[in-house]
């Protein structure tokens, strides 16, 4: 029998999963968990959290909170494997090390994402900030992954994840595919209030587990004009709210806002009573299915526990490949 395709992505335990996560990336890993040609492993990255500011006391838990986001989010352990990426740790490391041998540090340097973390945390520029990327290369070539559903701000990582998949290839014999990443129609969910991206960092406020009054306080705070005018802005906060409109209500009901501004106008209050409304109804069903796992703690833990030792049988077999090609004698 032909091998499966294998699919892998990760998210970092930094917080719960807010919409730009699930609309970005989630959405897409269900939809290829849901394809019978596809292998699919959907990972907690801790070892890439701890590389940024973090508290001992929190990470175990906040680890948990992302599984149990997964799982009500609808990743399925009966169509994907799903695991905590320390449970693989030292395969991960390993092969991340030998990547390591292989890449410039200039090339690292350049990334946006280090020099964004670089000025957010100036006193935590680490070695494993720099080595970030190695990392996902390691995650994502360990089970030699030609598909990686992610959101568009990790497109660089996968640049280098392809380029460091080259570079081995053209030093050791072909071994590695060169990843693609799978989009959703959300590649960059913007923020509520305008600028930039969703992200948790700026605390959005609205996350998979939000009660409706949560959404409605969220979607409040975001600062709305007279509601009617010759052109609908080009950009800002409205344009992100029409946004969400159309990512939670559909095309059709984004035109009719659009066509509103220029006649009759559009009643924010309404606009977004709907929007929040459309977003609980999407949220509710992740919520409850959420709990059911959160009250079956052995459950999780039995899917992670596999999940691992699927990931772990893999991911010996490529190391052992690689320290051949290598030629390390092991
Ligand atoms: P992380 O934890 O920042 O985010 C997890 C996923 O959510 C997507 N995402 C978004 N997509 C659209 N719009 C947004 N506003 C938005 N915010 C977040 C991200 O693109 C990502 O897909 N480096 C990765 C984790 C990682 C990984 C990997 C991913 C480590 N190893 C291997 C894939 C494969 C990260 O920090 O994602």
Redesign the pocket.
Known sequence: MEQKKRV?????P?GRL?L??Y????KGAIELQNRPDLDCLY?V?DL?GITTPYDTKTYASGIRTVVLDYLGAGLDPQKAHILV?SAVGAQHLELAYYFGTIYQVSRLEDLP?YKEKKTQHPDYVNMGLLY?PV??AA??LIYKSPL???????EP?LEVTREIARKFNSMFGETFPEPQSFKTN??????LYGEG????SKGDGIILTSSLEEIKAALAKVPTDSGKGEKFPAEGPLVNLLTFVELFEGHDRAMQYRERYKTTGIKYGELKTELAEAIYKELQPIQERRKYFEDHPQEVNQILKDGAEYARSIADETLKEVRQKMGLAR
């Open positions: 892998f992505s990760g998210t970092r930094t807010h730009g996560n609309l970005g990336m989630v990972c990255v890439h990426q994402t970030y990392l996902m995650d994502i990686v559903p992610i959101g568009q701000d990790q990582h959300a590649p960059i969910v913007p923020s991206k969703m992200s948790k």
